[in-house]
């Protein structure tokens, strides 16, 4: 049996893939990138190994993805996040039209064609208002862990707004809401509801097709989702572990490059 | 804003204006920018569409961050213009208070306000499939010539062959002097009401300002536009006498440069009246006190004298002018200081800004302070940033006093 | 063979100051976009194109927002550290509202001379003719008052046959290009091009003539990666040709106002001064700086990109170039109905970081390999 590898550095987290050539997931692993993303891809990498119970030596090709995919030492080729995004998300979900990632500290949207192959795609990297760094900020100003910020957000009562695009504004719109007495709640909810917005307007710009799919570390908030749902108006899925939907398509790029 | 009468008369007038302009079948339509020569329009029986005018009410009625994701969706950069974007937006989803505004037949466009406008009318006219006549007004950096008159004038009397072509009918000169001749009074009594405010107290201000220039810039050349701002100006003067002012306290008297951060203003009002400060002139509003009242001695001719009106805005001469320009409002308005808003979505308006707020400081002695803002975007703005930097340059007021 | 132009654009500075000496001309820096260089070369002066640069910006901050093109800025921040001691003056179009007001905040900053050519916009025939002549006649004068030499018809006759070589020159390495993409890379093929902004012509020529005749004849390179068209306003910063080079991009043409919008015109006629700086001005390519209602970006743009067998077009936004943003949405909506794919990347020219640039590039490549 032989096993393939993706691994997916972003600028949050390392994640690591293993699937083997009847593409079935065996294992997988998602470690903090920290300040070494060498490291953290090379430690991601070896987690998952570990976990998928083989031999390094048993992984016949790697492919890498994210932010730092040219720094992995494991990789023979390296595919951009836009590519192994849609290529898992096709994986899971072979009806998918749509894919929605949103990472540490870029959004995308990309529309996905027959075959996984990618249509269109649609970017935000120049204005962290709507990434997984907007809600850790915003975490941090409400003084909530990031894990949480969902079910905050659920127990909201009253609409507030936070519109500014850039990550400093808003943070200083949050100070003045808390100094207002708003709700924590309630707030929380307003920093979701501005992700939504904001990586709302980048899908319409790529085109909503059934099934839309999300991924990256900011689907595991489900307020964000929910809203995101409600601002495109078409039901959103999410995989079970979102954050790895690229290390994974990484891993198939990693067995169609050896069968070349 | 200062409660007057005449409000609902405007309001009668602008709701008119847009209920004929939505259901007429008669009529055709153009779209025109808010500084181009209006007066062929109005006495050739065309109804103006403003854009500009469109997308600052949406602004105000904070509608326009929805219309301006729609264009955005549709590919249209942040850094573009925030009307443009609000009226794009507008366009594609029949948005806005009017619900969209009624399709142009035609389009005019002049550059007297900005450059990039004609960027604006070309996605507007390709868009439509319809005609885009351009009257191009260069910038003044040394001020008026012959050549730059000469230049409009024949561009203008290329606009009459073009309304004529476009009307099946020949363009009526003697009705368009009568015309002009409106828009002198409306554009007389609009400045003399402006220049009210130089009373202390100032019995109008500038926020009310920015509300009573509606009709001055979608209707001038029309008898109602005349007779509102002689209505408007006659209810001023009286609370002038009265001193009644635009506040309850006067303290500080300011300028204010540029367009008005639309989605701000009330709480702008309530910021400068809790601190006494009256806004009481801007340059905005000036800009259609000077179209169409232009008066040099040296020209005589209409067709001059309104090409010379039109190619001398604010900001479309040098700064040496605006400087001397800014010095003497300072002067005339008996002001404490003056405040530029540096608007992200009007690059003639703004760049240059840092620079001019120091010169005129210096030359009068003036504090003044640069706002970073937006006229229509409200996802680029942040009260605290603004609302800082206003506290401190009262405090600089205060010390100068 | 590309050694000597990369050289040269490394070392700007020293570059113009030795040919200042040697011909002991005053350099004119010419701010965007299609001054007729000709016109300086005729006055005796030494013209310095400046198409902005990768200066970090920290003074222009004091007088420029943020939200102006770092194109401004960056030429800005050129004079006020001092680096552009050696230009004399500057010339100026009237290309957009902020390069105009650039214009007034330089008169009111620096001693330094400066001009415009205002370019009339109007589609009334007469109008424009007029006020043109006027206008080049002020800026015969504004530059007959700097070098302290009037413009006689044979030095501007002799100017247009030179930078009209200059030109002819560089539309050969455009058609080597095109015809065999691979041939060059786009890092070296940039480097050629920028190089005449910073160079005597005669130099210029000798240079690019050497290396156009090296060239021609080159055995066909394997183009691997898909052909590409380039829009924009400017083909800085370098750095994002290197990195095309290393993903295999070849690019097939270009539509940069510096690049094949200055390139493709053809000699500057001077028999009639006027007309020939109309035709300057206004042909052959579009500008979506410069309206004109005869000349349609969407055509032009399709049939480049059908003629060079593109697979796809790069928008290569420079960020805060409104005209250029205006334009983009429904120009790609037209290739798009072409059926030719198209994608946008937004640059400054101070960026250090390609990153995102390269991911997107890259991405996009993908998506045409399919």
């Given amino acids: ?260 | 804003m200062t409660e007057l009468k005449a409000t609902e008369k405007m309001k009668e007038i602008l709701t008119n204006y847009y209920i004929e302009a939505k259901t007429t079948t008669q009529k055709p339509i153009a779209w025109i920018t808010s500084g181009a020569p209006v007066e062929f329009l109005i006495s050739s029986g065309v109804i103006p569409i403003y854009p500009e005018n469109y997308a600052a009410m949406c602004a105000a009625n904070h509608q326009s961050v929805a219309l301006m994701e729609a264009a955005e969706a549709e590919g249209f950069s942040q850094d573009i213009c925030a009307y443009a974007r609000t009226d794009f937006g507008a366009d594609l989803t029949q948005g806005g208070p009017v619900g969209g505004l009624p399709a142009p037949h035609f389009l005019l466009c002049s550059t007297n306000i900005c450059k990039t406008v004609i960027k604006w009318y070309e996605v507007v006219a390709r868009k439509y499939k319809v005609p885009l006549f351009v009257v191009d007004t260069p910038f003044l950096h040394d001020g008026l010539t012959r050549e730059l008159i000469d230049y409009t004038v024949r561009q203008f009397k290329d606009l009459e062959r073009f309304l004529g072509e476009f009307l099946g009918r020949p363009f009526d000169r003697d009705h368009f002097l009568e015309v002009l001749s409106l828009a002198r009074d409306a554009t007389d009594y609009w400045k003399k009401t402006l220049y009210l405010a130089k009373a202390r107290p100032a019995p109008i201000n500038s926020l009310d300002s920015f509300i009573h220039l509606g009709p001055i810039v979608t209707l001038r050349g029309t008898r109602e536009c005349a007779d509102y701002y002689k209505l408007l100006y006659e209810e001023i003067n009286l609370r002038g006498k009265q001193g009644i002012g635009s506040i309850p306290e006067e303290r500080y008297r300011v300028l204010w440069d540029n367009l008005p951060v639309w989605f701000k203003m009330r709480r702008l009002e309530k910021f400068f009246e809790k601190r006494k400060c009256a806004l009481v002139v801007n340059t905005y509003a000036n800009s259609w006190g000077g179209i169409s009242d232009f008066l040099d001695p040296g020209i005589t001719d209409p067709y001059d004298l309104l090409a010379a009106s039109y190619l001398n805005v604010y900001i479309n001469f040098g700064f040496e002018e605006r400087i001397k320009y800014l010095a003497k409002l300072i002067d005339e308005f008996s002001l404490t200081g003056f405040i530029m808003h540096s608007n992200r979505s009007c690059k003639p308006y703004s760049v240059g800004m840092y620079r001019l707020q120091e010169e005129v400081s210096q030359l009068t002695g003036k504090p003044g302070v640069v706002i970073e803002a937006d006229q229509n975007d409200p996802r680029v703005y942040s009260d605290a940033q603004v609302e800082t930097r206003l506290e401190a340059f009262i405090e600089a007021m205060e010390a100068c006093l | 063979m590309f050694e000597p132009f990369h050289e040269m654009i490394n070392n700007v500075s020293d570059t113009i100051l030795k040919y200042e000496r040697e011909q002991d001309r005053p350099v004119i820096g010419v701010l965007p976009a299609y001054f007729p260089m000709e016109l300086i070369d005729a006055a005796g002066g030494y013209a310095v194109q400046l198409w902005g640069n990768n200066l970090p910006l920290a003074k222009a901050d004091g007088y420029l927002q943020s939200y102006c093109c770092s194109v401004a800025r960056s030429v800005l921040e050129l004079e006020l550290l001092g680096i552009a001691k050696m230009v004399k003056a500057y010339a100026f179009t009237s290309l957009c509202d902020t390069l105009i007001n650039l214009r007034e905040i330089y008169r009111r900053l620096f001693p330094k001379p400066t001009l415009e050519l205002s370019i009339p916009i109007t589609a009334t025939l007469d109008a424009r003719q007029t006020y043109l002549k006027s206008v080049i006649h002020k800026v015969f004068q504004d530059l007959e008052a700097i070098t302290g030499q009037p413009i006689a018809p044979e030095a501007l006759a002799r100017a247009a046959k030179v930078r009209g070589r200059s030109r002819a020159l560089q539309r050969r390495l455009y058609e080597i290009r095109r015809k065999n993409p691979g041939a060059i890379k786009n890092h070296d093929f940039y480097a050629a091009i920028k190089a005449a902004f910073f160079l005597p012509p005669p130099v210029y020529n000798e240079m690019i003539q050497s290396l156009v005749d090296q060239m021609e004849g080159s055995p066909p390179a394997s183009a691997k990666g898909p052909r590409i068209v380039l829009s924009g306003m400017v083909f800085d910063p370098m750095e994002i040709h290197k990195g095309m080079d290393e993903l295999g991009v070849n690019v097939v043409d270009d539509d940069f106002a510096n690049g094949w919008r200055t390139v493709s015109k053809t000699d500057l006629r001077v028999g009639n001064v006027l007309e020939g700086v109309t035709e300057y001005l206004f042909n052959p390519a579009p500008c979506c700086c410069i309206y004109h209602p005869d000349l349609d970006r969407h055509p032009y743009l399709v049939a480049k990109a059908k003629e060079t067998r593109a697979s796809g077009v790069i928008f290569w936004y420079v960020k805060f170039c409104e005209p250029d943003a205006f334009d983009r949405p429904q120009l790609i909506r037209r290739l798009k109905e072409e059926n030719v794919p198209a994608t946008t990347i937004e640059v400054e020219l101070s960026m250090t970081n390609m990153d995102a640039i390269k991911t997107r590039i890259s991405a996009f490549c993908e998506i045409l390999e399919d």
């Fill in chain 1, 1 to 260: 049996m032989r096993y393939f590898a993706g691994i997916d550095v972003g600028s949050l987290s390392a994640d690591a893939v293993i699937i083997n050539e009847d593409r079935v997931m065996i294992a997988y692993a998602i470690l903090p990138t920290g300040n070494n993303s060498r490291r953290a891809g090379t430690d991601a990498f070896d987690a998952a190994v570990a976990r998928a119970g083989i031999d390094p030596s048993q992984v016949a090709a790697v492919v890498s993805t994210g932010y730092s995919r040219d720094r992995v030492l494991q990789a023979g080729e390296s595919k951009t996040e836009i590519a192994c995004h849609a290529k898992g998300a096709y994986f899971l979900f072979p009806d998918v039209g749509t894919v929605i990632d949103i990472g540490g500290q870029d959004s995308k949207a990309i529309r996905v064609g027959p075959r996984g192959r990618v249509v269109n795609f649609a970017m935000n990297d120049k204005c962290a208002a709507g990434t997984g760094r907007f809600l850790e900020v915003m975490a941090t100003a409400l003084q909530v862990p990031l894990g949480e910020m969902d079910q905050l957000a659920a127990r909201s009562t009253e609409e507030l707004t936070i519109s500014s695009i850039c990550t400093v504004f808003a943070e200083s719109e949050v100070v003045s809401l808390i100094s207002r007495g708003k709700t924590p709640a309630d707030i929380a909810q307003a920093v979701c509801r501005a992700i939504a917005r904001r990586t709302g307007g980048l899908v319409t710009r790529v085109g909503v097709a059934d099934r839309v799919l999300m991924t990256g570390g900011v689907a595991k908030n489900r307020a964000v989702v929910a809203l995101l749902s409600e601002q495109i108006g078409h039901p959103i899925q999410v995989p079970e572990e979102p954050q790895i939907v690229g290390a994974l398509g990484a891993a198939l790029f990693a067995i169609e490059a050896r069968a070349a």
